[in-house]
């Protein structure tokens, strides 16, 4: 961006969106160790937007403002999901290649598209998943949450993390989608690394496509009563591209989010013998915890990404054709402007932005929701005499771009 400052102290500001060390990078060590801090560094000195570096320095601006973030996400006339209209993959200066290209790159989804074409994808997505929803989502929870707590229930301890919120989530998927048990491990895994970036994320991605690529072939030969089928066979008349790429899509969407939210519902509980003895008693609702999760800590912390389709002014800055810009709804959801005091308590208010917002909003919430309610019950009654096994201020985070997620939760119970 070329623009020349202004001389007029409330003139938008133009900050250029280039190669340069002078900006903060969302992937450095101090975005991992403490991204909230950043988000609040960013926030003070560039206001409710801000320019940032993604991995490759690729240039981004960051939405910081509750405000803006809803401006953006309400508005695809003004910022598309169309990644082919991205200046810097269009003139070449992003690769294919690039770890970005699984989470931002176009692909033949209702995610990458607008208007017309997105109505009929998403049609298609939604009425597959409300399918799926009245076959017995509760009921799959039910019966992978108790086989997880199996594994661990005569230890007399666990890590709900690494043997429990990782991996219960993708098992339901696996039924959901028509996909053999044995899959959900190895899809797991790579549903996180395409989530961490880095030189293996287009590896796994490959890994990902491969399976459900064969799945829709098994499907189109054998149809089920699953997800996949009922992409198939839906009247949108989805071709085989199409197919996988939703498949992909609700995959790495509904895994990695609910397995975030539901390692930070647990840890809400645990290190809270309030909350713990509430939901014990049936005093407090389970959907209460979930709704401050989500407040304070959205299983995605930013959200690729929106392109500019005109020059305008967004948080006092000028924004060009062809931006990139990434949504932070972690940053935006404890916005001073919407939230002067964090304190306060959010129970009853569902106008977060973890779900994001407009006509992308997560058409799979419901069902997450279930997921996430289903294994803290099922949890709470296998398990009594649960508690956490460390100090609360032990447990830690790791981010990366595009979420913040838990690295443990060990916890003790008797055996």
Known sequence: MNAQPSNDPDAPRSCPLGHGSELTRLFGPEASTDPGATYERLRKEHGSVAPVLLEGDVPAWLVLGYRDNRRVLDNP??????ARTWRDWREGRVDDTSPLIPMIGWRPDCVSQDGEPHRRLRGA??????????RGVRRHATHFANKQIDAFAEAGRADLVSD?????PMLVLTRILGLPQGEGRRLAESSAHVLKGGEDALTHNDRIMEILSAL?????AEPGSDFTTALIEHHAGLDEDEVVN?????LIAAHTTTSNLLARVLQLILTDTTRLSGLISGEL????????????TPPLAVLPGRVATADLELGGHRIQEGDLMVLGLAAGNVDPEVRPDLGVSVQGNDAHLAFSSGPHECPGQGIGMAIVEIAVDVLLHRLPGLRLGV??????????TWESRLDSLPVEFPA
Do not use: C, P
Request: hydrophobic share 45%.
């Open 391 to 400: 100090a609360a201020e032990e447990l830690s985070s790791t981010a990366f």
């Open 164 to 168: 429990y919120a990782e991996h219960l």
């Open 125 to 134: 997505v939604t009425d597959g998943l409300q399918a799926a929803a009245d």
């Open 246 to 250: 939703h498949l992909r899509l609700v």
């Open 285 to 296: 609702d389970i959907s209460a915890v979930v709704q401050e999760a989500m407040w304070n």
């Open 77 to 82: 006339r003004q910022f598309t999901r169309d």
């Open 216 to 220: 829709a072939e098994r499907k189109r």
